[in-house]
């Protein structure tokens, strides 16, 4: 098919793509922006929060074992 040579895009049509385009590029700017914080500061990932005020226990730290529980199902 051939193109018309005239444009029929209205300019509504115009104004959503561009908002668009700049919605897009914010939030590729603010993910940039926080790939690069992340990368400034790293955060040790072996670490559990325990919510105790910001404290924090390492993977390390000893913990009790679990005991496996044992379930019976009664029939009646």
Do not use: C, F, W
């Amino acid at each position: 098919m051939a193109s018309r040579g005239k444009k029929k895009t209205t300019m509504a049509k115009l104004n959503r793509e561009r908002k668009l385009r700049e919605r897009r590029l914010d939030k590729q700017a603010k993910k940039d922006a926080r790939q690069h914080a992340s990368a400034q500061h790293p955060q040790r990932t072996d670490d559990v929060l325990t919510g105790d005020g910001g404290h924090s226990i390492g993977s390390g730290a000893e913990q009790p074992a679990l005991e496996p529980v044992a379930q019976s199902h009664i029939y009646a």
